[in-house]
């Protein structure tokens, strides 16, 4: 293996540079509707979002924590939970503690769209990978794992502890 520090190889900002076109490219709205043609849904960017968030949560939340977790306001989350709710992809339910407080989470037709759209995900990146090993990819995962600070596989953090 090289031992050459990446930064010194170039390595970083050719990395950097890669990664701002990537996060433009995918935050395109054009990217967006190309995904959820491909998966047969009707949903817009911050519906998926706020979809994603209930999903990987695996619980209902409140409308605040929802905000929270998108780094959004709380009125935004209200509308768009309102137009999810209107397309029968969530489902609003009374806190039994404080019935002024609600927890908003996804229906099955909730979960079934966003697998689709994780479908259709999934499928453009198997296309853009062809002929990329195996290896190569747990590299890549690797890499931008450390870089965003989420866990891996194995579930380590960007530190190195485990979950």
């Keep these: ?7 010194e190889s170039g390595g970083i900002d050719a990395l950097q540079a890669l990664l701002s076109t990537l996060a433009y490219d995918l935050t395109r709205p054009r990217a ?7 998966a047969g849904v009707p949903i817009d960017r911050a519906g998926l979002a706020l979809l994603r968030v209930l999903v990987d949560d695996g619980e209902s939340l409140r409308i605040g924590r929802i905000a929270e977790r998108l780094g959004v306001r709380t009125p935004h989350v209200t509308r768009q939970v309102r137009e999810l709710e209107r397309q029968g992809l969530v489902t609003r339910v009374e806190e039994e503690a404080d019935r002024r407080a609600q927890r908003v989470g996804p229906t099955a037709r909730g979960r079934q769209t966003l697998a689709q759209v994780d479908r259709a995900s999934q499928a453009l990146i198997a296309e853009s990978l ?13 890499v931008l794992g450390r870089i965003s600070g989420h866990r891996g596989p194995a579930g380590h953090s960007r530190h190195g502890s485990a979950s």
């Design 130 to 142: 062809a002929g990329v090993t195996a290896q190569q990819i747990e590299a890549a995962v690797e």
């Design 1 to 7: 293996m090289d031992a050459t520090p990446a930064r």
């Design 32 to 38: 967006h509707e190309r995904l959820v043609a491909m």
